[in-house]
């Protein structure tokens, strides 16, 4: 379907909306390098091990990727009226955010900069299916 809008004519496409269960963590005061490795350890892991595996890990980002988890197991079990039980983490992502830029002041009249990183941070459950265990 062709939209013609002044000179310039554009297509909408029909996009495929995605049904699977997630949860997003925009503007994240955490680096994404350190919040991958936490979501590296929960990739392919049932729900109940991610969880457990995050309520015992050291990291800071841990606590934030527990929250995101807690956020999509609600929006599957409220939104979709799915069952906990057969959930896993299908993917868990960590992009880049804006970095806030400050300065510090060094000797000599110099300035040091300091960036504060942030990320976004994204967790798509899915259902296991019943062959595979």
Known sequence: MAEN????K???????????PQAHGKFIRVS?????VVLNQIKNKDVKTAMALLDY?????????KNILKS???NAE???QLDTDNLYVQE??????????????KAKGRAY???KRTSHISIILNEKNKNEG
Not at 5 to 8: A, D, H, L, P
Not at 57 to 65: C, E, G, K, Q, T
Request: charged fraction near 25%.
């Open 5 to 8: 809008r002044g000179k310039y």
């Open 10 to 20: 554009r297509t909408v496409r029909n996009a495929v909306k995605d049904t699977r």
């Open 32 to 36: 994404d390098l350190k919040a991958r």
């Open 57 to 65: 890990s050291p990291r800071a980002a841990a606590v934030i990727v």
């Open 72 to 74: 999509a197991i609600a």
């Open 78 to 80: 409220n939104n979709l």
């Open 92 to 105: 868990a992502i960590a992009n880049q955010g804006p970095t806030m830029k400050r300065i510090r002041p």
């Open 113 to 115: 900069p300091i960036l």
